[in-house]
């Protein structure tokens, strides 16, 4: 589903501060996101909300550079639902 929502990338294990990324792509299996900062394939990363404590674990499959200085991300999911980590989800979830 093409949709273009705002959202934070955080990295697992990490401490790097969370970043403010537009979802460009989202389907259940993953999503494009874009980037200001370069990723690294298979970094574990939570792609979650900019409101409210849901959020989805997923890793890295590709990082490219566009002709603005940002990245398109592409996110693979893990299993993680709402209901496993007790979150709420809301309207674009």
């Known amino acids: 589903m093409d ?6 990338l955080d990295p697992v294990g990490a401490h790097a501060a969370s ?8 389907s259940s299996h993953g ?3 874009i980037s200001g900062r ?3 394939e298979r970094d574990q990363v939570n792609l ?3 409101i409210g404590d849901y959020h ?11 002709a603005d200085n940002r990245y398109a991300v ?3 999911f893990e299993s993680a639902t709402a209901a496993q980590t ?3 989800s809301h309207s674009y979830w």
């Open 3 to 8: 949709v273009s929502l705002a959202g934070r």
């Open 38 to 40: 370069s990723w690294h």
């Open 19 to 26: 970043e403010r990324i537009l979802i460009r792509n989202l």
């Open 48 to 50: 979650s909300e900019t």
């Open 74 to 76: 592409g996110l693979k």
């Open 31 to 33: 999503a494009r996101v």
């Open 56 to 66: 989805l674990d997923a890793q890295v499959v590709y990082c490219e550079r566009l």
């Open 86 to 88: 007790g979150a709420t």
